[in-house]
Every structure is written in C-alpha cells, then in structure tokens.
C-alpha cells in the first residue's frame, strides 16, 4: 500500500514548465493604492473623465469593504499597500502591427506555445495577449471586424468604441459587487472585450492569453464580451507566471452579458504559477466571473480547467433573466501539493423555464484543499426551472481534502432540482487494474483521470481539449519510482 | 514456466500463504481449489503482484526470471494474466480505449511495433466472438454498469486480446450462471495452447466440468494439502472440505 501512496506523490509532483522570466523593461507605477495611483493609471492610459469617476467610485466603495474570508482557503493577510497596479512593457507608441512587437515579448509567448504570428496560427483562433497588465497584440482582428465583430484590448475598446463601453462596463458586475471586484474596478488595466453584433456567429475561437511577468505586481484584468440579439460566440482564455517566491495577486472580472437568443461559451485553461512543494509563491487567484443572460433563450456556458495558482477563488456564475434561458458550468480543478481550491457557480433562475447544468471535478493530490461551493437559487416567478447538479471529487494518497458546499434556495413550486455529489480516492485497485494489463502507473493515472473528467473535457472546443488533456498530464507527471 | 518454492506471504501482517511449493510446465491447466479463506485469492494476487500482499519467504521463478523482482505492469508485459474475481470499474475510459492501450503498452515492452486503431478494431471484433460479447459494450466505460456475467466476459476478451503465457484465473466461475459459465470457459479452453498454461482458481468443481485440468490442487490454510487429477475435484464435491481440512500436512510425493 505505502508504494502505492508513494508512487500517487511522485506522480502527482510535476514541475510548472512556464515559470521563465521575460528580460523586458517595463513602465510601472509606484508601490500601493490610492486615488493619486487610479489617476496616474487612468492618465497614463488616456481614459475619457466618465471613466476615471467610475475607477474612483469603485476605490471609495473598496475603501469600505472588507475582505472576505468565508472561503475555505488560508492565506497570510495580503498588504494591499505592497503591489504594483500598473506594469506595463516598455513601448514608444502603441504596436499597429506584428511587425512592432517587441520581439522579446513574441519570443515569450512563442515560448508558452502561443505564436502570435498569423501565418502560423492555422488552428483559426484569434488571440489576444496581455503581458502584465498590457495587451500587446491581437491577432485576426481586420478579418473579424470585417464581419462586424470587435475583438481588442480593454484599452483599445475604451478609445475606439467608449460608448460600448461605456454601456456595457459594470452591467453585470457592478463596482461594489464585492471587495475583490472593487479592487479590479478602481484598478484594471487591461483586458479583452469583444462585441458580437445582431445574427453575428463568430466564425472562429476568441482567446486571449494572459500573462504575469514583473516581480511584485498583480494583475487585474477585465473582459467583457457581448453577445446581441442571435449572436454566437465562444472565447477561450489561458495563464501563465513566472516562477516566484511571493505571492503574487490576480484579481480579475469577467462580464459577459448575452442578449436574446444569444450564446456565449467561455471556456478557461487556468495554469498560473502554483507555487512550490512547500507552498511558497504562487498566484492568488481571486476572480469574479458571471454571465447574464438577459434575454429569451440566451445561453451562456462557462467551462474551466483549472490546474494552478496557489490559491483559486472563483465562481463563475449565471443569472438567467430572460425567459428559456440556459446556464451551464462545467469545471475540472485539480489541486496538488499546497495548493487551495474553493470554486463553483452560481446559477439564479429569475425567467420561467430556465435552465442550468453544473458539472464539477475536483482532484485533489499532496496535501491540497479542493472545495467545491456552488448556489441554486430558484426566484418566485422561474415557473418550470430545472437544475441539474452533479460534483464529484476525486482524492489521490491521503493528506488531501475534497470538500462539497451546494446551496439550494427554492422559492418556486413547480422547479425541479436534482444533486448528485461522489467522493472518492483514486482507487489503488484502478490502477492495480491497469498495471496488471500491462499499463504503467504514470500512463495509468493519466487514463483515469482523464475518464473522470471526460463530461467536462468534451465542452472544450477541440483543440483546447487536447491542451487541458495534456495539462493535467504534465500536472500529474513525475518519476515512477 | 513457474516454479514456486515455499512461498509466505501476509495481508496486514497476518501470514495467509505458508509455504507453497507449485510447478506449472507449458500446455497444462492447474485447478486450485479450497474453502474460503484458504488463501487462493492471496496467491493469485501475489503472482500478479498486487501490493497489498507482502510476501515474507520463498521464490517464484517464472521464464527463468524471479518473478517477485517485477513491478505489476512488466509481470504483466511478461505474459502473466490475472483475470479478476471482481473487475474494476473506470469512468469515463471506454472499454476499446482501455484495451487497446494494454495491448500496445505489452507491444511496446516485447520492442514490437504498436498497432492502429483500425488495425486494432478488427482484432478486437474477431476475439468479441469467442465470449459472444455485445459490441455495444466496446464503446462503454471500462466495466461500469456491465452485469456480472458481461464483467468476467470481459476479461476473458482482454485475456483473448492480450494472449498471455500464464493466465491465472481467479473465481472466474463466481457470480455466473451457466450459460455465462459455458461462454468463459469455452473462452478458456480456445485459447489453450502447449505453449501456454493456466491456473483456475475455484470454489466449486462446477468450472471444471468445463475447464479440464490436468492437475488438482487443495488449499488450506495457505498450504497446498493434496495434489491430483481432475478426480480429485469430484472427491472433493463429494466429501466436501471438511475431509480436506483434516489432511493437515502435504501428502508425500503428490506436489
């Protein structure tokens, strides 16, 4: 039995291969937060007067706030007052094309296995890329504007298109939805945003990749991406850090709002850095994310893979305004030596005939945390809401924990709600199992792994599929003894 | 093709086998049968290598190698099968996924060139028809929801499939009824050739009106207590374990 748990620890103890750090000079703002840094940050990204108030307002409503610490995760207090907002790469004027891109930086993402160059990019996927706080290049972007489609940097939305905008900021998540969305308010920097106009099908995936590079920085990003009437369109976002001994703080918002018959597929393959063995470093991940559909027979679905950051707290969520609205959330965590997971959903069922699936996956390995907090809330007028709830969680060796927190609050009769949780210990049998057919250990664990998350992977757009397939792979890999 | 030579091993610290001595050449089909308990299941367990068990004392030589120094997955590559008296189910893995992925690990071990999944299917649907199996069962997860019967046809597909040296069935016979027993060990006896050998490890005699063995062996408490042919079985039935049980040391020349 001990080789067996041993094997689980070897296995379970894969190096995190993207922690290089970029050699880039970069444009930072001094140390700490107040109304001088917001000013400097929107100054230094020439944002239009409306825009600064909305950043104040949310700094004087953060003010007020306190962290919250109802999540099942432990962390030392976070010095607010010891991060850098703003980091941006060094660059005369804005890159117009490719060609201007500062080459170290092309390396880098050409290093993540994300080539920016569009000759190279046959897989018809349009990116985005933003380097600490700063989009550096999107891809595809005259040939999706020929459709009508805007897919840029936050920055460049706010100069090019403010009164989308303008419109659309904050209309999901408002300012002081939370401490953590206040603080992404006063301070984002960039982000991606997209705009699908009326009967639009987005004819390729939108992805942006994020990136954290400067020591002592956070990222605060923001996308907001927004479906009209009939459009389709399905996004996928990735991350990546640097090796580093601190902890470094991501606190992004994700706003996506999906109008009538609209559908929205975000899809994320988290992989920030996840700190060491011991715990040290690694990327607090504390991110709000929801979708509204506002209008009849919308859709929004939201996928993720998330295999990193030392500390994951996030629960993208759906609030189903308009009549025969779906929400879905299908999610795969996997957490292995210190690391701490508490993520889930929330799915508010406001119009009648809503419905939602939930899906989720929790692996915990090493010492790891990995809980599951999802909400179901059924409003008095969701005549015919129907939930469908299923988490599993699966336990490698026997120092880590799988925990399961759903809410239920029904408020209407004629809602139907069905949940379904397993817990279980990835069975030395299994893998005995395996063995015995002549399959390795690491190959073994690999396959059942892979087979428990199987209902979440085939959400993901295909090539993303094989990514995350391979990703859990590498975070599970190592010497066979 | 294996010799084992005083053979301990114990679960949790208590001694379950207590000196087994076996020899099993090529071309012969070995019963072993015994009360529960005796430790049948231990020794299949213990030749497959499952961890659980430690093995105190004793050698087990196999192809002229010390079977004990192989981790579970090269005994496996080597042509050791056990088919398991409870398979083990894998969400989410289909079945042709599972078997073709042993099936090449095995090809990759001997240094032989891994087959394609078309090249693969037509293998597979040529071995289903010995165990009269339902092709819809290929697409499903590894085991989950098969019935009993359909679970031990199963591994004597992966056994059709992977054509070991050295099969080792354990209680294969339990949970069958006798049409499902019939097709296993139809199974069993097609696959049978003198280069291969066999050991069945029952409960019951039933199996081997179908499985014909050349030699019978009863254990109890983790000793071999009497060696014979396929007679010896019958008797068995017949005066059942009791009258085993009471044959407390190995009879001289019958191991």
């Known amino acids: 039995m001990s080789s067996d748990t041993q094997e689980l620890q070897d296995l379970t ?36 007067e409306w825009l600064l108030e909305w950043r104040l307002k949310a700094y004087r409503l953060w003010l007020g706030m306190t962290e919250p610490h109802w999540a099942n995760v432990e962390y030392p207090p976070i010095d607010y007052q010891d991060i ?46 933003v380097f600490d706080s700063v989009s550096v290049a999107t891809t595809f972007k005259d040939k999706l504007k020929d459709l009508g489609i805007i897919f840029c940097s936050f ?16 209309a999901v998540v408002p300012q002081g939805d939370n401490f953590y ?18 009967g639009v099908r987005c004819p390729m995936e939108l992805s942006t990749y994020f990136r954290i590079n400067s020591l002592g920085t956070g990222q605060f990003e923001r996308t907001l991406i927004v479906a009209d009437e009939g459009a389709t369109v399905s996004y996928l976002e990735g991350c990546t850090a640097p090796v580093r001994d601190e902890n470094q703080l991501h606190a992004a918002v994700v706003e996506l709002l999906a109008l009538d018959d609209a559908t929205i597929k975000y899809s994320t393959v988290q992989n920030w850095y996840p700190g060491d063995k011991d715990g040290k470093g690694g990327i607090y991940n ?54 701490q997971a508490d993520t889930g959903t929330k ?125 859990l792979g590498i975070s599970l890999e190592g010497s066979v003894g | 093709m294996l010799e084992i030579r005083n053979l301990h091993a114990r679960v949790e610290g208590k001694e379950i086998l207590k000196g087994i001595n076996l020899t099993v050449r090529p071309g012969e089909i070995h019963a072993i049968m015994g009360p529960n308990g005796s430790g049948k299941s231990t020794l299949a367990g213990v030749l497959a290598g499952k961890s659980l068990y430690e093995v105190t004392e004793g050698e087990v030589i196999y192809q002229g190698m010390n ?50 999944a078309v090249d693969f299917l037509a293998l597979v ?88 063995p050349d030699v019978v062996h009863v254990l109890v408490d983790g000793r071999i207590v009497r060696s014979g042919d396929k007679d010896l079985a019958l008797r068995l039935e017949d005066e059942g374990y009791e009258w085993a049980r009471d044959l407390k040391e190995p009879v001289p020349g019958t191991v």
């Not at chain 1, 060609?99 to 985005?128: C, H, R, S």
């Not at chain 1, 692996?363 to 005549?383: C, E, H, L, P």
């Not at chain 2, 996924?97 to 071990?109: D, E, G, I, S």
């Open chain 1, 286 to 339: 504390f991110v709000t994310k929801r979708g509204k559909c506002a209008g009849r027979n919308s859709k929004i679905s939201w996928t993720q893979v998330e295999t990193g950051s030392s500390i994951t707290w996030k629960y993208p969520s759906c609030i189903l305004v308009g009549d025969n609205a779906v929400g879905e959330f299908y999610s795969v965590a996997v957490t292995n030596n210190r690391q």
């Open chain 1, 181 to 198: 969305a206040a603080l992404n308010s006063a301070v984002f920097t960039d982000g991606s945003f997209v705009y699908v106009p009326k």
């Open chain 1, 84 to 129: 850098i907002y703003y980091s941006a790469p060094k660059m005369k004027d804005r890159p117009k094309s490719l060609d201007e891109v500062d080459p170290e930086l092309l390396a880098t993402y050409e290093k993540l296995g994300i080539p920016l160059k569009e000759q190279e990019l046959l897989t018809g996927v349009a990116v985005d890329a």
């Open chain 2, 125 to 212: 649907r040529e071995k289903m028809k010995l165990v009269e199996m339902d092709p819809s069962l290929l697409n499903r997860p590894v085991n989950e929801g098969f019935s009993g019967g359909e679970k031990k046809r199963n591994e004597i597909l992966q056994m059709a499939v992977l054509n070991p040296r050295l099969a080792i069935l354990d209680e294969t016979d339990s949970g069958l009824d006798i049409d499902a027993l019939r097709i296993v060990a139809h199974g069993v006896n097609a696959l049978h050739t003198p280069e291969n050998a066999a050991i069945v490890v029952t409960h019951y005699q039933r199996l081997l009106d179908y499985i014909v």
């Open chain 2, 67 to 116: 079977l004990l120094d192989l981790d579970p997955a090269a005994r496996a590559c080597e042509g050791v099968f056990l088919a398991f008296q409870y398979p083990v189910e894998i969400p989410g893995v289909s079945n042709t996924y599972f078997l073709k992925a042993a099936y090449n690990a095995v090809r990759k071990y001997r240094g032989e060139e891994e087959l394609d």
């Open chain 1, 13 to 48: 103890g894969g190096e995190y291969k993207y922690g290089f750090v970029t050699d880039i000079e970069a444009d930072t703002v001094p140390k700490g937060l107040s109304e001088d840094v917001i000013r400097l940050i929107s100054h230094k990204k020439n944002e239009p």
């Open chain 1, 155 to 170: 920055s460049e939305a706010v100069q090019e298109y403010p009164d989308l905008v303008r419109k659309y900021l904050g």
């Open chain 1, 347 to 471: 799915m508010i069922h406001i119009g009648k005939n809503t419905r939602s699936t939930i899906v989720s996956k929790g692996i915990s390995a090493g010492f790891s945390q990995n809980t599951y907090r999802g909400q179901v809330k059924i409003m008095k007028n969701a005549d015919g809401a129907r939930n469908f709830s299923q988490c599993d969680s699966m336990l490698m060796g026997d120092r880590c924990g799988a925990h399961t927190f759903p809410y239920i609050e029904n408020n209407n009769r004629t809602a139907q709600l069905e949940h379904e949780a397993t817990t279980s210990k990835i069975g030395e049998d299994q893998i005995f199992y395996c063995n015995q057919r002549g399959i390795a250990t690491e190959d073994a664990v690999n396959m059942i792994v892979n087979g428990f998350c199987k209902e979440v992977f085939r959400e993901l757009p295909m090539e993303f599929a094989v990514e995350a397939q391979k990703l």
